[in-house]
């Protein structure tokens, strides 16, 4: 009699939100870095490096996503950004 091993893997399966969505902010020439890094920190709870890291890309690239998740949960915060002075929208 022969035995036959099993080999079993395990696969994580990422799942994906269709009614996810996502607060992008745009540049402007009014705001300041510092201003941008701590609305996105007091606002988004961003960590210091990842609002700074938010605010160049913003700044090179003319946007950035900066907050995802439904869209009841995001209309507040883009509401409290776009209040401070940022230029937000959630697509």
């Not at 890309?57 to 776009?82: D, N, Q």
Request: charged share 25%; net charge negative; glycine share 4%.
């Amino acid at each position: 009699m022969q035995w036959k091993e099993e080999h079993r893997t395990e696969v994580d399966t990422l799942v994906i939100d269709v009614k996810a969505k996502e607060i992008i902010l745009h540049n402007d020439d009014v705001n300041t870095f510092e201003h941008v890094i701590v609305c996105l920190m007091d606002i988004c709870d961003h960590e210091p490096l990842q609002a700074e890291q938010c605010a160049w890309l913003v700044h090179y690239t003319g946007k950035c996503s900066v907050k995802r998740g439904s869209f009841e949960t995001l209309v507040p915060i883009c509401e409290a950004l776009c209040e401070r002075g940022l230029s937000a929208e959630i697509q």
